[in-house]
């Protein structure tokens, strides 16, 4: 009897080529910043809630200035993320346009304080 396991291992035989199946790894939600405080970096998005800001409590802390204690938060959204103006000081922007709330979309930019980031949407 063969092992099932070993199986799954070996490729299949299609007309004495070998074919073989490749897992996709699932691709999480990102922000990868790209100027600003600490920058380069990317900050995965494991929460369903994630506090922007200069606090030592923000989940996503920036080291600035330019932002507010609170800046903002990014709220999960079923598929996607959406970001929230904490009603900071010096705004939220999108794709550079001042939002106080937007769901955000594959490669939009954000800009929060002098930190600039790319949104990354999970697979």
């Known amino acids: 009897m063969s ?27 990102c922000l990868r910043q790209v100027k600003g405080p600490g920058a380069p970096r990317e900050c995965p998005l494991e929460l369903d809630e994630v506090v922007i800001g200069r ?10 200035g330019a932002v507010s204690r609170r800046h903002a938060r990014l709220v999960r959204s079923g598929a996607t993320y959406r970001i929230e103006d904490l009603e900071s000081a010096n705004g939220v922007y ?30």
């Open 3 to 29: 092992d099932p396991k070993k199986s799954n291992e070996e490729p299949t035989l299609v007309g004495g080529v070998p074919v073989v199946v490749v897992q996709k790894k699932a691709k999480p939600f």
């Open 55 to 64: 606090a030592q409590e923000a989940q996503l802390m920036l080291d600035s």
């Open 94 to 123: 999108v794709n550079g346009e001042r939002t106080a709330l937007r769901e955000l979309a594959d490669g939009d930019s954000l800009q929060i304080g002098d930190a600039v980031f790319i949104y990354q949407q999970g697979r």
